[in-house]
């Protein structure tokens, strides 16, 4: 027994564990039964509000705060999660509270809307309590790094006139800061916790439904079909998994935890070093909050502050998405040929298409959800129809399966559509038909065994959506009290003329401060924090120089991604470290390493809109995807250090300045990219023949 790696070990799981609630270990006896419970009732709570829309937006925020309010201080203790076995007495008082203050804008909303603007003194108190339990909550889920950072807006809005250097404004009241926090839709029930309570919630349960129907295999077989086989065969296939899992999980460390717990073995089993493997499947799962249709809970959260439907979002997202899963790939390749690693062998690797034979019914759900969300529909109503979709497929499975010969379960299939028929010409509203059917699947599952099984999957998977929301979700309400005390003081404007000011207008400067900005935030707080912080710092200053909107928000999307893969926390290292039994500050140096081609990506989208899909011209879009590629290649040879022979410093330096050349789009840099680029190839070739030749005549 190691007493150091057992305590190093159980680090590693609490800090995971306060990243991923689902993950924490079950309570036992009541409180076990008792969390369950909320989870299931939190979930319900959401689909019921998103399906029958019953309530005003404002009380759903706050109901759904205050959920959020009653599992973290359930789950999450004032010190070490991993002791935990029970709910102490203190933190159920906590967690009942502060569901009570979430409560008060459904218990008080007339009288709250009737005396907007002068709160009264039982509104300030509540509000003040209200706004510290969504601290502590922060805390006891994120650390300190987060909480200071908003915390030390509220006193820069109460204390103005007192500020030195510039800093000083007129000042407000506490009632002023607790009606913006509390009472308005500016504060910790601002659009972060709008978007959470409503779009982010909704696709993180219905991720959920699907790992829990077995997507996780489907992912990892045809993965391992389409590329196990090929040279360093294990590393592709923890890329093409964690790809494929991105559709349906915006969580980065969810994805390290589910598919890191095959792909790293297999890796460490084919010699690739513990480290790399890690650092693999750490940066292809953090590309899963950037790759459509179910993005990162930021994707959301920008599609609603910058006023466009999320499927254009989506649309911006799918080029950079694809191409940084191909830099990932790209990467792993050169490292297999530097290595010589080989591939499994082909009778290890299941059929792709065997697999897809199989289970080619789950795909069924996201392929709706992708429809939906491209057809115009809201994220609200496509997350709804996903979530009863996969819920009445998983149940009608089951009781297909039990049916027997084929031409029954060809009826039973039949019968269920001229139902569904005869309830839309009753008129029944699409969402509600939907659960209809769900409803009527419920009573054949109650009545034998195997049925009953999949109704426990079922429930189990919205409490595991529950669970799994509660992270993002107090990131947002604690984000709130920035957001609110920057609009309540004009702060973000301030902000704004100070990165153009240290840029000296110079766009490459403001670029690089913004990047510098995500990483450096993305030490302490999670993507979505982040996210909403540098949007409202950075996001402005490019947009004044000229960045489109979209564009100036997607750049700061993609580096708060990138952040999470940077030392010191690293939080996507820390759970891969948990299963390759390595430090994460190593796998973190080389996770950022072989992301370094993906981080060409968003500068090119600065230069050139076109990649995000800002034009209408396409052959402007393939260009730049052309170049794009090409300046991926030479940055993964530069960073490698391997192209398809070794390639010596001067090569590597090369390689990397000529990809730059790509960045920079103008017609000039471009034109002398490609020549280089030929010189490059030229050059490796003829050094690949005579490298053959010397081995063919040993």
């Not at 509000?49 to 789950?75: D, E, I, W």
């Not at 030195?164 to 926090?181: E, K, M, S």
């Not at 254009?312 to 790939?329: D, K, N, Q, R, T």
């Not at 009608?396 to 309830?423: D, H, K, N, Q, Y």
């Amino acid at each position: 027994m190691n007493p150091h790696k057992d305590k190093a070990d159980a680090q590693i799981r609490q800090a995971i564990d306060r990243e991923n609630p689902a993950h924490v270990t079950a309570f036992e006896g009541f409180d076990g039964r008792a969390v369950f419970a909320i989870a299931v009732a939190f979930s319900i709570f959401q689909i019921w509000t998103a399906a029958f829309n019953p309530l005003s937006t404002v009380v759903v925020r706050s109901v759904h705060v205050g959920f959020l309010m009653l599992m973290t201080f359930t789950l999450f203790g004032a010190r070490k999660a991993s002791e935990r076995r029970c709910v102490p007495r203190y933190d159920w008082i906590l967690g009942l509270t502060g569901f009570a203050i979430g409560l008060y804008h459904y218990v008080f909303e007339i009288d709250l809307i009737q005396r907007a603007g002068d709160p009264s003194m039982t509104d300030i108190m509540v509000g003040g309590v209200a706004v510290a339990l969504v601290f502590e909550a922060a805390r006891r889920i994120m650390g300190l790094a987060l909480p200071i950072l908003c915390g030390i807006f509220v006193p820069y809005a109460l204390f103005g006139r007192e500020l030195p250097f510039g800093l000083a404004h007129r000042g407000y009241g506490f009632d002023q800061v607790i009606d913006t926090l509390f009472l308005s839709t500016e504060g910790i029930y601002g659009t972060p916790t709008f978007v959470s309570a409503t779009y982010i919630f909704l696709f993180i349960l219905f991720g959920a439904f699907l790992e829990r129907a077995g997507m996780i295999r489907l992912f990892n077989d045809v993965s391992l079909g389409l590329v196990g086989h090929s040279k360093g065969g294990p590393a592709k296939v923890a890329v093409f998994s964690s790809g494929f899992m991105g559709t349906i999980n915006g969580s980065g460390v969810a994805n390290v935890l589910t598919t890191g717990q095959f792909t790293i073995p297999l890796m460490m089993r084919f010699g690739y070093r513990p480290a790399f493997a890690g650092a693999v499947e750490a940066t292809a799962s953090m590309g899963g909050q950037l790759m459509p249709p179910v993005m990162g809970a930021a994707a959301f959260i920008m599609a609603e502050t910058i006023g466009v439907p999320y499927s254009e979002v989506a649309l911006a997202a799918a080029i950079p998405a694809i191409l940084y899963f191909g830099s990932a790939f790209w990467m792993v390749h050169l490292e297999a040929g530097r290595h010589n690693l080989v591939g499994l062998p082909r009778e290890e690797c299941p059929s792709a298409l065997h697999a897809l034979k199989e289970g080619w019914y789950l795909i069924l759900p996201l392929a709706a959800l992708v429809y939906l969300l491209f057809s115009g529909f809201t994220p609200l109503f496509a997350g709804v129809i996903g979530i009863a979709a996969t819920a009445a497929l998983i149940l009608g499975i089951t009781v297909v399966t039990a049916i027997g010969p084929t031409m029954l379960r060809a009826g039973f299939w039949i019968l269920l559509g001229l139902i569904a028929a005869a309830l839309w010409r009753m008129g029944l509203r699409t969402e509600h038909l939907a659960f209809a059917i769900v409803g009527l699947l419920i009573v054949p599952c109650l009545l034998f065994k195997g049925g009953r099984e999949t109704l426990a999957l079922v429930v189990n998977s919205t409490a595991d959506g529950a669970k799994n929301a509660v992270g993002v979700g107090v990131a947002c309400a604690l984000v709130g009290v920035l957001i609110g005390m920057m609009t309540l003081t004009g702060l973000a404007s301030s902000f704004a003329t100070t990165i153009v000011n240290l840029s000296g207008g110079n766009l490459l400067a403001a670029l690089l401060l913004t990047m510098v900005t995500c990483i450096v935030l993305g030490t302490g707080l999670p993507t979505t924090a982040n996210y909403i912080i540098t949007a409202s710092i950075a996001a402005p200053a490019l947009l004044t120089m000229g960045v489109p909107l979209i564009v100036s928000h997607m750049f700061v999307f993609y580096f708060g991604i990138m952040a999470d893969l940077t030392p010191p926390v690293a939080l996507a290292a820390l759970a891969a470290s948990s299963i390759a039994r390595v430090g994460h500050m190593r796998i973190g140096f080389i996770a950022t390493r072989i992301a370094m081609a993906g981080y060409v990506v968003p500068f090119m989208a600065v230069y050139d809109p076109a990649l995000v899909l800002q034009t209408e011209d396409w052959t402007a879009v393939v260009y730049i995807v052309f170049k794009a590629c090409i300046a991926i290649a030479l940055w993964g040879a530069a960073t490698i250090g391997f192209f398809w022979t070794p390639l010596p410093l001067f090569a590597r330096i090369y390689a990397a300045a000529t990809a730059f050349l790509f960045v920079v789009a103008l017609p000039v840099t471009d034109e002398a990219g490609f020549v280089l680029t030929v010189l490059f190839l030229l050059w490796q070739h003829r050094r690949r023949r005579s490298l053959t030749t010397a081995a063919a005549a040993l």
